[in-house]
């Protein structure tokens, strides 16, 4: 009989708590440091304490990873349950997450071939979206190296579009990647990103906000429109409303199968800024 395998991902993808329960996924979360504190993201703070703090803090907060200590400890739990352990973390490129899952493993001797690491190249939900693929795989019984090939594929066909009100949160975090090539513009201008390669690189420049969100909806269109099964997840730092309306406009276009609207975990969101909205979307993966 095989051993059962158990998902773990980081709280950045923030995937819905009846999703978490219902899936066996485990979340090591990432941290929040704020002045003196260094606060759990989404356990000892949630996006609208986050978000309504953010607005008058004089301090900004800044991050950091996963630690391995952390990661070995959810990885050892689950071992001892009898699970093999598939773990799909944030983009190596912007986190040291997945280096820390890699260090948790070397410490836990004896656990070869019953641990596996995918460097998903995403975050938030096309991070979520791929980590759910591989959790309901697990859940159906497949093997450990068959979740792994199921997640790959999964993130080979997943993507992320965001639009921010402002670049200077991403400029003072260090993530802004391709995007610097924005920063200087006028202050009026809308900056539409992507993740690309893990990177966070730039694709348009637009005015206002409504229209830097409707050519995220019609690059994603131009991108996927067709290529079946498609899941959309609309996911905000503390604008709600934006990220409904973006998500029925692609999903009047896209027809999706499933569809999210999340906040963007308080991580995501010291990075970002408030008024973030971003269109995830997974298309082709059963």
Known sequence: MPN???V???STAYLPDQHLKQYNISVTPLSVVWGEQDLLDGVDILPDEFYKRLASSKVMPTTSQVTPAAMQGVFQSLLAQGY????????????GTVESAIQALDMLPGSAGRITIVDSLWTTMALGLPVLTAARAAQAGESLAECEKITKNACAHTGVLFVVETLEFMRRGGRIGGAQAFLGTALNIKPVLEMRDGRIEPVEKVRTKQKAIQCAIDVVVERIKGQAPIRLAATH????????????AASAQLDPIETFCCPLSPVIGTHTGPGTVALNY???VA
């Open 4 to 6: 059962k395998v158990a």
């Open 8 to 10: 773990v991902t980081d």
């Open 282 to 284: 997974m298309f082709g």
């Open 237 to 248: 730092a503390d604008c709600e409303a934006d990220a409904s309306s973006l998500l029925a």
């Open 84 to 95: 093999d352990v598939l773990g799909i973390f944030i983009s190596s490129k912007i986190s």
